[in-house]
């Protein structure tokens, strides 16, 4: 089945500096990938479409200057968080999305990045 | 704006038993839903779909059912099973456009012994 690599799984970092998410569709080539923020005991919330060679979709109220998204390959994209503050703190998760199938099965999710910053 | 919603954030239901999800929607563009099942820091994974020219699908012990004029999908798991316990999301999507996944707020199910 279609597999999605996404690293680190968890990463603390101190106030003001930057780190970046990556998420690689490992057997299939991904020109759509999403990019989803969850807070505890919350939903899971769409921050942005990120398309392969394209600049990213980003949802209303996310800021693209501080989420920058990038999406240079068709099994690759990065998310990194620009001089990153305690609030910034959450759970990341990305998803590719395989047009070779079934809507049903083709999104496949990463197994997400709890970011701590302190 | 929730545009779909799952009213019941925790669910608990007896091994064997039936377990039943259920979820709401707003937007009528919405032509196909999904299922899916999420364990703590885990990513979600896919459970079972239906698209919205059909009021039923069925894969082993999940059935999801789909009524368009209420906008409303249930996910029934029968038997319930311990391992089952975990939060439940649904989400829709409007295909053929940007075809991004719009999740609700989930339900946590317990599934007791």
């Known amino acids: 089945g279609a597999v999605v690599s996404q690293h680190p799984s968890r990463v603390i970092c101190k106030s003001g500096t930057s780190v970046k998410i990556e998420c690689r569709s490992l057997?299939?080539?991904?020109?759509?990938m999403f990019w989803y923020r969850q807070f505890p005991k919350q939903s899971l919330m769409l921050m942005a479409t990120s398309n392969e060679g394209s600049k990213a979709t980003y949802e209303q109220g996310v800021e693209k200057d501080k989420f920058l998204i990038n999406h240079a390959s068709l099994t690759l994209s990065t998310l990194t968080v620009t001089s990153a503050h305690p609030e910034d703190s959450s759970f990341y998760i990305c998803s590719a999305r395989d047009r070779g199938r079934s809507p049903g099965h083709g999104y496949t999710f990463g197994s997400g990045t709890r970011l701590t910053v302190v | 704006d929730q545009q779909v919603k799952q009213n019941s954030p925790s669910l608990s239901v007896q091994e064997g038993r039936i377990s039943i999800l259920n979820c709401d929607y707003t937007n009528s563009m919405f032509d196909y839903f999904l299922w899916y099942k999420k364990y703590p820091a885990e990513g979600p994974t896919f459970l079972i779909s239906?698209?919205?020219?059909?009021d039923k699908n069925e894969d082993g012990r999940f059935t999801v059912f789909l009524n368009k004029s209420a906008k409303h999908l249930s996910l029934h798991i029968v038997p319930s099973q311990p391992g089952d316990s975990a939060v439940y999301f649904c989400a829709a999507i409007v295909t053929g456009t940007a075809s991004k996944l719009t999740f609700g707020t989930g339900t946590r199910l317990q599934v007791t012994l």
């Open positions: 057997d299939f080539q991904a020109t759509t």
């Open positions: 239906i698209s919205s020219i059909k």
